[in-house]
């Protein structure tokens, strides 16, 4: 059973990095999952402390994914609209339209599209509404860093104790 554990566990880390970087993919809950379940075998000592902490950061860069473009849309000089628009477009990029379900140029695309849309909304110009929008992909790809640290992070810290 051991065996079968620690397998899945690695299975479970790599899906974890994988999914950080592709849409879909609940890349930090899934290594979380991993590291838990590595904990679980006699061969990887882990304290209930980093397993709780891990849990709680999970959590949190998982949610931060989705508040962090609208948070550089608004650092970009993004007003109410750019954020409400960014927002929208996150929503729809969940769906996938017109790029497949959770496609990756889907959760560019539509956060982009909203800010910018917004913005023009908002009746400012071209270039600042382009501002605003930059600022929800440079969101997408703060979230998305974050994500891919963490999921190396608890990858490392596996290994390291397993060896």
Known sequence: ??????????????????GSVVPGLPGPPIAWGGLLLAG??????????????????AVVITLLDYIIPSLTTK?????????????IGLILSMFGLPFGPAGLLGVVFWPFVGAF??????????????????????????????KLAYCIALLVVVVAAFF
């Open 1 to 18: 059973m051991n065996i079968f554990l620690i397998i899945l566990a690695f299975v479970c880390l790599t899906i974890g990095v994988i």
């Open 40 to 57: 679980l075998t006699p061969w990887v000592s882990l304290s209930g402390d980093l397993i709780l902490l891990t849990a709680v950061v």
């Open 75 to 87: 650092r970009m000089g993004g007003s109410k609209y750019g954020v409400w628009g960014c927002n």
């Open 117 to 146: 849309v917004g913005e023009l909304l908002n009746k400012n110009d071209i270039q600042p509404s382009l501002k605003a929008a930059f600022g929800a992909f440079l969101g997408f790809l703060t979230g998305t860093l974050l």
